[in-house]
């Protein structure tokens, strides 16, 4: 079973970017489709984007479509949230997991974007 961490968030103002990452450790990490998932305060957990297991298709929530991007090494077990053009309400805690998010849910990375 996999084990994810992710990690790179931070404070930036809006219009800022910002690249998170998801280091996963076990087996067959290139087989899973991933996603990336997020938590604002008050809300519910709310999916932001998927790549698949090859790299090779994404797709991604309208309300960050055309500003984030997905990318994945295989070879080193990571997967990464490119955030361009970030807003407010981008603020929140980002997660990764696979698709369909099965695994138990890890500490997250806090992403904060002031106006």
């Known amino acids: 079973q996999l084990q994810l961490v992710e990690s790179g968030g931070g404070m930036v103002q809006a219009g800022g970017s910002l690249r998170l990452s998801c280091a996963a450790s076990?087996?067959?990490?290139?087989?899973?489709?991933m996603g990336w998932f997020r938590q604002a305060p008050g809300k519910e957990r709310e999916f932001v984007g998927v790549i698949a297991w090859s790299g090779g298709a994404t797709y991604f929530a309208d309300s960050v479509k055309g500003r984030f991007t997905i990318s994945r090494d295989n070879g080193k077990n990571t997967v990464y949230l490119q955030m361009n053009s970030l807003k407010p309400e981008d603020t929140a805690v980002y997660y990764c997991n696979v698709i369909p998010p099965i695994l138990g849910w890890g500490q997250g990375t806090q992403v904060t974007v002031s106006s």
């Open positions: 076990g087996r067959a990490f290139s087989s899973y489709t």
